[in-house]
């Protein structure tokens, strides 16, 4: 019986080169922090408590102590607190001006938004549950 080769079929035992052309695939963009959710509730606490704010004539994510004194964020908080505040979950406030080192600068306060403040509630029930 002599096999009849159809288009969209593959030859097993073949002797020719012919192999299809590889398919495009086209990946996503990852969603989320990348596994990080503790760290976002941290940050959440971390605004809600008024400890996170920008520095006004650069930007930049700075936490303050409580003593009138400030320092930059570390790069995942900043990373996180910017996207907090570019999905309306947290606000800038209001001013201060406090120490950055030894100069004295002014810095924009951030605070949750009523969605912010919201799902740290929901949050912290989930971290009440373990």
């Known amino acids: 019986m002599a096999s009849r080769r159809h288009p969209g079929q593959f030859d097993l035992f073949a002797d020719a080169e012919d192999r299809p052309e590889p398919v495009e695939t086209r990946r996503g963009r990852p969603s989320g922090f990348g596994g990080k959710p503790d760290l976002l509730v941290e940050v959440f606490d971390l ?24 320092r930059h964020a570390h790069d995942d908080v900043a990373a996180m607190v910017e996207s907090l505040l570019v999905q309306r979950y947290a606000v800038e406030c209001g001013s201060a001006v406090l120490r950055h080192g030894a100069v004295r600068r002014d810095v924009l306060l951030v605070k949750l938004t009523r969605d912010g403040q919201n799902t740290r509630t929901r949050w912290s029930h989930l971290r009440g549950a373990r």
């Open 47 to 70: 605004v809600h408590d008024g400890r996170v704010g920008r520095l006004e004539h650069s930007g930049r994510v700075v936490e303050l102590d409580g003593d009138g004194h400030c």
